[in-house]
């Protein structure tokens, strides 16, 4: 696992709030009523990152979403540099009259749409200490989850955390293995992960080889365990969103036939973009930059007619 402090970003959850309830959603999205960070708490969490040497997140849900999108912005543009802050969203339709707002703030710009077939994620929701007799063999596979050595640490409402998906277990769960956000906090190395780690990691299934979903189903995948954690209060379990696992870990030549990323294209992400009049450019660190261009929506039509083109194509190979 990663220190901290060598991962790209650290994340700022704003809240769950989503236009989507997609197959096994890293933040559980449709299982709760959604949460909205709150000021003072959102405060605290700029607060805490504005010496972290990297880059700070925006993340939901749907971050634009949250009511004070905005204000968050404007508090978060005096604290950190834009080079430093980052947005991930969909870039939600009704939403245009951030363009400015998002250009002015973010350096760096990740469109994670989730409304393609091609689109594939892992069951969150089956734990790994479902599936392993061997604890030594479980806790070796958590020690090497892609995740954890790709994505980020994380902040939301119940605090800071190593991992996006144990943040979002805390919630879903309702437990408290969190650490107080304060300034320095990410201060911390796989050493000082254990408590969260044996909290969470054995409810998750992220580390562990199994079949993907196509997002779009809107369908989770629950071992057992996890079903009977959450059957009391899950809006998904009750509208039978959902499929119980069989704990079968798939191959690596099976996992190869259901890319993750298939949909982060740089054209496809264009015409997102284009929704909102921005373009996006490469940056200095090989990520993309938000640019508002009061052109960019002539070759809209053009953009897009290109991006279904491919996006037919892509699709016949799934």
């Known amino acids: 696992m990663r220190p901290i402090p060598d991962m790209d970003t650290v994340q700022i959850e704003l809240t769950d709030a989503c236009m989507f309830s997609c197959s096994n959603c890293t933040r559980f999205c449709g299982h709760k009523l959604p949460w909205f960070m709150g000021e003072e708490d959102f405060k605290r969490a700029v607060d805490s990152m504005v010496d972290f040497p990297k880059m700070t997140g925006f993340m939901g849900g749907e971050p634009l979403l949250h009511p004070k999108f905005e204000e968050f912005c404007e508090y978060a543009r005096s604290k950190i540099k834009k080079d430093k802050l980052g947005l991930w969203t969909c870039l939600p339709k009704g939403y245009e009259r951030y363009a400015k707002c998002i250009c002015d703030t973010f350096g760096h710009i990740f469109i994670n749409d ?5 689109i594939f994620h892992g069951p969150v929701l089956v734990a790994a200490e479902e599936i392993f ?16 050595n790709g ?3 994380s902040i939301n409402r119940k605090g800071a955390f190593f991992c996006e998906i144990a943040a979002a ?10 650490w107080a956000v304060e300034p320095g906090w990410w201060w911390r190395t796989p050493k000082d992960f254990k408590e969260q780690i044996e909290e969470y990691c054995p409810k998750c299934g992220c580390a562990v080889p199994l079949a993907r979903r196509a997002s779009v189903e809107g369908i989770d995948d629950i071992s057992p365990g996890n079903y009977e954690r959450i059957k009391s209060f899950s809006k998904k379990i009750k509208k039978e969103q959902y499929k119980i696992h069989d704990l079968k870990m798939s191959t690596t030549e099976e996992l190869n036939k259901q890319p993750m990323a298939a949909y982060k294209d740089t054209l496809y992400r264009s015409v997102i973009a284009a929704r909102y009049s921005m373009c996006l450019a490469i940056n200095e660190k090989n990520f993309q930059s938000p640019i508002l261009s009061k052109n960019i929506l002539v070759r809209e039509k053009t ?8 996006m037919i194509r892509s699709q016949a190979n799934v």
Do not use: P
């Not at 989730?114 to 091609?118: G, K, T, V």
């Not at 277990?169 to 969190?178: E, W």
């Not at 953009?303 to 491919?310: G, S």
């Open 114 to 118: 989730h409304s393609r077939n091609d």
């Open 133 to 148: 007799t061997d604890k030594n063999e479980m806790f070796y596979v958590i020690d090497h989850c892609w995740l954890q």
């Open 151 to 153: 994505w980020s640490a």
């Open 169 to 178: 277990m805390a919630i879903l769960f309702d437990t408290g293995s969190s």
């Open 303 to 310: 953009i897009f007619q290109e991006c279904k083109d491919q």
